[in-house]
């Protein structure tokens, strides 16, 4: 059965978020981690797929050859359409990676405009007259403009585009939202013949989603976050598959955090303070050449195997700064995903049969490690936080990979309660 929906996501935990809010809209949805090749295959009868790359903050130049290969790819599944999913803080730079690969995907399957919307409703963010909005804060007051990687201070999401591509970017207002998929069309029409290539539309809520997802179903590429594919999968016809996705319950449960956002601080917290088994890894320790891995190994077999424990490089603010400054960013980067990978590589071994990972970066280092390539999506345990199911060469695992922004305060001792079920 051909695909009715193909995604490219620039992040894992990006794609995670995708792939989820494709399976809320009915469709059986596989996720793939990282380009796909001719050995590379799907689950059976699947409605959606998403490949999940890592090219979020690469050179544009490689997060656009790795895009359009998964592009094609995605052709050979029988995706007629394409969606290129970034983060709902539209993390980029001037020089992209939005606009550039936008622009190439377009190119390449001969599309003359398509329709921007980052908004994620369930997760605070909204496009209101062209800006992006962090609950009731500008994208540029809140607490992403101290992005680790891509820092956003700037909230105006035509001109961000704008710095990205050559192409004219324009805006579809709120009030057109309001008028329906129809005026919607028929502005998309008015701005490609006035030579637009790129057009943002404002978004406040999840009915204006569905009104641009359905008014953007022929378009052969669209861009935005999670809230607009969940439009569009709304907008295809149902195939009748089931969205059920086993997931293991038996062994021992874990929490990987990498991200330093402020939400999974939070949830780091809450952790700690319901008592549970927490463990803080010196990345610092680890490039003076301790044996941190080891450490953290022998303390994990020391606990409780009824209980879920985390481990985590995660760091606030001044402590990252400190980090980065002895090491460099992208040393400081590398090291915490090292440390991380070879930690899941070590548990799954151990017996740890629910993994949850906090951080997009941390996510692709954990996967990698783990040698998962695809997986079918679940259930949800907050919006964008869903469960999945992966085969491991230690056996079956249920593993979660949680944007660092996403999922409540409690998210970490709720989907691995203190018998470390699956909830």
């Avoid at 293991?248 to 874990?254: T, V």
């Avoid at 990498?258 to 809450?270: F, Y």
């Avoid at 400081?332 to 629910?354: I, M």
Wanted: hydrophobic share 45%; with cysteine; net charge negative.
């Amino acid at each position: 059965m051909p695909l009715r929906i193909g995604c490219i996501a620039d992040d894992f935990t990006g794609g995670t978020d995708v792939a989820a809010a494709f399976r809320r809209a009915g469709l059986r949805t596989a996720l793939v981690f990282g380009a796909p090749d001719s050995t590379t295959a799907l689950p059976a009868d699947c409605d959606a797929a998403v490949v999940a790359l890592k090219s979020r903050s690469t050179p544009a130049d490689q997060a656009v050859a790795e895009s359009l290969d998964a592009q094609r790819w995605l052709w050979t599944q029988g995706a007629a359409q394409v969606y290129f999913k970034y983060c709902s803080t539209f993390d980029s730079t001037p020089e992209g990676n939005i606009g550039p690969v936008a622009d190439a995907l377009m190119d390449a399957a001969g599309a003359g405009i398509t329709l921007h919307c980052p908004a994620s409703p369930p997760n605070g963010r909204t496009v209101y007259q062209g800006h992006l909005f962090v609950h009731d804060q500008l994208l540029s007051d809140s607490p992403l403009r101290h992005h680790p990687l891509n820092p956003m201070t700037d909230s105006a999401l035509v001109r961000l585009l704008s710095a990205q591509t050559s192409h004219r970017v324009a805006l579809i207002e709120w009030a057109t939202v309001q008028r329906g998929g129809d005026a919607v069309r028929d502005t998309l029409l008015a701005h490609q013949r006035d030579g637009v290539r790129h057009v943002i539309a404002d978004a406040i809520t999840d009915a204006d989603l569905a009104v641009l997802g359905a008014a953007c179903r022929e378009l052969p590429v669209v861009a935005g976050a999670a809230g607009l594919a969940e439009g569009l999968g709304h907008a295809c016809p149902d195939s009748g598959l089931s969205t059920d996705v086993p997931v293991p319950r038996e062994g021992r449960a874990a929490v990987l955090a990498g991200s330093c956002s402020a939400r999974t601080l939070e949830q780091i917290a809450h952790f700690y303070a319901a008592g549970l088994p927490s463990l803080h890894l010196d990345v610092l320790a680890a490039a003076a050449g301790h044996e941190v891995v080891e450490e953290a190994l022998t303390w994990f077999d020391a606990q409780d195997p009824g209980l879920p424990v985390l481990i985590y490089a995660s760091a606030s603010t001044e402590e990252l700064a400190a980090v980065q400054a002895q090491l460099g960013v992208t040393e400081a980067a590398a090291r915490v995903e090292e440390l991380l990978g070879a930690l899941a590589t070590h548990l799954v071994e151990r017996g740890v049969r629910r993994l949850l990972v906090a951080g997009g970066e941390t996510s692709g280092a954990v996967t990698t490690a783990l040698g998962v390539r695809a997986v079918l999506v679940g259930e949800e345990a907050d919006p964008g936080v869903p469960w999945t199911h992966a085969a491991t060469k230690a056996g079956d695992l249920a593993l979660m990979l949680k944007s660092g922004n996403f999922g409540a305060p409690d998210l970490f001792t709720r989907a691995l309660d203190g018998s470390g079920e699956a909830q």
